[in-house]
């Protein structure tokens, strides 16, 4: 059996030595991703035309191959078994996807992500944990991520499902889980916080793990509760009794975020804040 670098995604579960700032020499069998399960995958990211999704360890490039066959987008292959490239390339000619489907040798913790509208990931857990900074680092807020079988560290993802795929090197109908992420936006800080009407401003401290947002007013802030960051959108509440009360929707653009807000007594008005420092603890 051929073998590849350990950190296959959506499209084979790699095989090979992997380079020692990565792992020291975690190897896994080269295993082609059912169709069934390339296909969900794709389709949980909501893959469009305009999309550039990065296949990191594409093995026979079926990740990419679909992405740009079934959808028209655009796409990069990463591998580092030549062979295994070789095949993808004169895939991509033979169906005529060659201007959208590329494929290259290299180590994939050398890919640039911050073109990537969509990652695909089939990687042993290790290496997924080793590859949350990079994304969060270089990929842009509401960029998806979509992986099979195993997650990225202690990143809850957004969406999980399981789907069911017949693996070609048994024939067994075998079902495995699929997990999306969305890049959240970076809103840890000190924010102060203006409203468009006379209730006036406030400020608010926020701690950020992920998607996930901790409001306090540890510097006689206003309390706030987060949903879930999704992409550039953040959502929260003051409860009453505060005079600032209300349900809060906006986007994060850098330091500045802006957005809407209702009143519990229905009353609509805007809002805008300013990144002013760390928050404090």
Do not use: C
């Amino acid at each position: 059996m051929r073998r590849v670098l350990a950190l296959v995604v959506a499209g084979t579960l790699a095989a090979a030595t992997l380079p020692a700032h990565a792992q020291d020499e975690e190897k896994a069998p080269y295993r082609p991703t059912p169709q069934q399960v390339v296909d969900r995958m794709l389709a949980l990211a909501q893959v469009k035309p305009t999309d550039y999704v990065v296949d990191l360890g594409s093995g026979d490039g079926r990740i990419v191959l679909t992405a740009a066959k079934k959808y028209g987008a655009r796409g990069l292959g990463v591998e580092i078994d030549r062979g295994l490239v070789r095949d993808a390339r004169a895939a991509a000619a033979r169906d005529g996807l060659s201007d959208r489907a590329r494929f290259e040798i290299q180590d994939l913790f050398e890919t640039d992500l911050r073109d990537a509208t969509v990652l695909t990931l089939y990687l042993l857990p290790e290496m997924n944990r080793k590859l949350a900074p990079r994304i969060l680092e270089q990929m842009k807020p509401g960029t998806r991520v979509v992986s099979q079988e195993w997650g990225i560290g202690d990143w809850q993802p957004d969406v999980r499902e399981t789907v069911a795929g017949t693996e070609e090197w048994t024939g067994w109908v075998k079902e495995r889980g699929v997990f999306l992420w969305i890049v959240p936006a970076r809103v840890a800080g000190r924010w102060q916080v203006e409203r468009g009407d006379a209730a006036g401003g406030f400020a608010l401290d926020l701690w950020q793990e992920y998607q996930m947002v901790d409001a306090r007013d540890d510097r006689g802030g206003v309390a706030a509760r987060f949903r879930p960051i999704k992409g550039s959108e953040v959502r929260f509440t003051v409860p009453a009794p505060s005079p600032l009360a209300g349900d809060y929707v906006g986007v994060v653009e850098g330091a500045m975020m802006q957005g809407e807000f209702t009143t519990p007594a229905g009353a609509k008005g805007t809002w805008r804040a300013a990144r002013r420092g760390d928050a404090s603890r």
